[in-house]
């Protein structure tokens, strides 16, 4: 059974550009976690998916940011007109339930650079 | 809003020791605590999950404690090996399903 798998797993983009990152969930996962992890700082949430629906975006940035789980697909996170401060690992989980005491399972992250 | 701290940044330890690292957390008091393991480059890999009526839980050289009055959870090693070296996160959900974690403690063991 393939774990949850992200990519691509490292990505360049100029400032202004686009970045574009897939996450694929554990076959049988139907909740998609996004976090990021800056330099020396620690994993922080980002937005929180099932199929279809945004149920928790407490953490995304209310700009340039957005995230999307179609029903066909892996679940997107797209981030336009990047900067340098975008440029960190970010990491998607998933699990099979949306409960509070289910572990989540996560994917090798893409890390991302701004030039 | 919940804060949780890893009181240490780094330890270092000789093989064979234990291990003991410590989470603090502010604020309200969750109903489960979660401990990760990540090593360099990869992604945060799930150890242990606690409740908050269970004081301590085990899986094979690992332990847990889940102190809800002091607000804290200690994780243990026992025996520790070189192989046990990468970084430990603390987490706990805040609101909903989503996770907050500690900054991690880096844990080095040295044969």
């Known amino acids: 059974n393939a774990g949850v798998m992200q990519n691509p797993r490292h990505l360049v983009r100029r400032r202004g550009q686009e970045a574009r990152l897939r996450c694929s969930p554990m076959k049988g996962h139907s909740h998609v976690y996004w976090y990021r992890q800056l330099p ?20 995304m940035p209310k700009e340039r940011f957005s995230a999307e789980f179609p029903k066909e697909g892996p679940s997107i996170l797209r981030i336009q007109q990047v900067v340098r401060g975008d440029s960190a690992a970010y990491f998607c989980a998933s699990s099979p339930g949306g409960f509070r005491d289910t572990e989540q399972y996560f994917g090798p992250g893409t890390r991302l650079t701004v030039t | 809003s919940q804060k949780i701290e890893q009181n240490s940044e780094a330890l270092n330890i000789q093989e064979g020791k234990t291990a003991t690292l410590t989470c603090n957390y502010t604020n309200y008091s969750p109903a489960y605590l979660q401990w990760y393991r990540q090593d360099p480059g990869r992604g945060p890999v799930f150890l242990l999950l606690i409740r908050e009526n269970e004081k301590e839980k085990r899986k094979e050289r690992l332990k847990v404690t889940f102190d809800t009055t002091l607000k804290q959870s200690l994780f243990h090693i026992t025996a520790s090996q070189p192989a046990d070296s990468a970084t430990y996160l603390c987490a706990l959900n805040q609101a909903g399903t989503a996770l907050i974690f500690g900054k991690g403690t880096t844990l080095s063991v040295s044969s």
């Open chain 1, 40 to 59: 020396e700082e620690g994993l922080k949430f980002m937005v929180y998916l099932q199929k279809e629906n945004i149920i928790d975006e407490s953490g």
